[in-house]
């Protein structure tokens, strides 16, 4: 159960929305690259959910007493390897992506670049960006940025200007939810429609797929929707 807590899982479908929508609009036809994206990113994510605990022990054990560290549930030592381990799992598998799919030796080093660049952002925001007021948010939306990128160029051969401008839409509505998510903590209610937000990221990423792609495509992210809604649920319980 700590783990679970550690993980924070339940916005990973928002994610998955994210690749799967950069895949298929990027016209990705090869399932083992999917696989190693999803792979990637979400080991990525994940690591920087157990980083965020780690940097924030000090400030949970005041705040947060419930909370694994402080709780003594998991020691602050597991928590960094468990944490670092999986970050850095994401960035070597992201790092095998770009050499799966169909891009360009051009677009293959900007690949490794964008995962690189991911890994900083994840690691700094953990650290030290996430206590700016302004810096902290637009850095949770230029990673969400990132992953789009990523996929794109990796999964095709001319990343087009339109999928550029997608990738840095989503970054910021990720952003726009990450300040009024930091401005309005206090507020059970307004969390809650923070949350609802989040998954609706995956509405957003289906209506992008069925404007650029077609009908399947938006029904494969649309289902994840009410996996978000389930998995929310179920941590919310536990």
Same mark, same amino acid.
């Given at each position: 159960?700590?783990?679970?807590?550690?993980?924070?899982?339940?916005?990973?479908?928002?994610?998955?929305?994210?690749?799967?929508?950069?895949?298929?609009?990027?016209?990705?036809?090869?399932?083992?690259?999917?696989?190693?994206?999803?792979?990637?990113?979400?080991?990525?994510?994940?690591?920087?959910?157990?980083?965020?605990?780690?940097?924030?022990?000090?400030?949970?054990?005041?705040?947060?007493?419930?909370?694994?560290?402080?709780?003594?549930?998991?020691?602050?030592?597991?928590?960094?390897?468990?944490?670092?381990?999986?970050?850095?799992?994401?960035?070597?598998?992201?790092?095998?992506?770009? +050499?799966? @799919?169909?891009? %360009?030796?051009?677009?293959?080093?900007?690949?490794?670049? =964008?995962?690189? !660049? $991911?890994?900083? #952002? /994840?690691?700094?925001?953990?650290?030290?960006?996430?206590?700016?007021?302004?810096?902290?948010?637009?850095?949770?939306?230029?990673?969400?940025?990132?992953?789009?990128?990523?996929?794109?160029?990796?999964?095709?051969?001319?990343?087009?200007?339109?999928?550029?401008?997608?990738?840095?839409?989503?970054?910021?509505?990720?952003?726009?939810?990450?300040?009024?998510?930091?401005?309005?903590?206090?507020?059970?209610?307004?969390?809650?429609?923070?949350?609802?937000?989040?998954?609706?990221?995956?509405?957003?990423?289906?209506?992008?797929?069925?404007? +650029?792609? @077609?009908?399947? %495509?938006?029904?494969?992210?649309?289902?994840?929707?009410? =996996?978000?809604? !389930? $998995?929310?649920? #179920? /941590?919310?319980?536990?």
């Amino acid at each position: 159960m700590a783990i679970l807590q550690l993980l924070r899982v339940s916005a990973l479908p928002t994610l998955w929305s994210n690749v799967l929508a950069a895949y298929f609009i990027g016209g990705g036809n090869n399932l083992i690259l999917l696989l190693f994206l999803l792979i990637s990113t979400s080991s990525i994510y994940l690591g920087g959910m157990v980083l965020n605990d780690y940097f924030d022990a000090d400030t949970d054990a005041v705040e947060r007493p419930e909370r694994p560290i402080p709780s003594g549930r998991i020691s602050i030592t597991t928590v960094f390897i468990l944490g670092m381990c999986l970050v850095t799992f994401g960035v070597f598998i992201g790092f095998v992506c770009p +050499f799966i @799919g169909n891009c %360009s030796d051009y677009e293959k080093r900007i690949a490794v670049g =964008v995962v690189t !660049l $991911l890994f900083l #952002f /994840v690691i700094s925001y953990d650290a030290f960006l996430k206590r700016m007021s302004i810096i902290g948010p637009f850095t949770m939306g230029a990673c969400r940025m990132l992953c789009y990128l990523f996929v794109f160029f990796t999964a095709e051969r001319a990343v087009l200007v339109s999928h550029v401008v997608l990738s840095i839409f989503v970054g910021a509505y990720v952003m726009c939810i990450t300040m009024v998510s930091r401005f309005e903590a206090g507020s059970q209610k307004i969390q809650k429609y923070v949350g609802i937000a989040l998954s609706c990221l995956i509405l957003i990423d289906s209506v992008a797929c069925l404007i +650029f792609v @077609g009908i399947i %495509s938006a029904a494969l992210v649309v289902v994840l929707y009410p =996996v978000a809604v !389930l $998995l929310r649920r #179920f /941590v919310s319980m536990t």
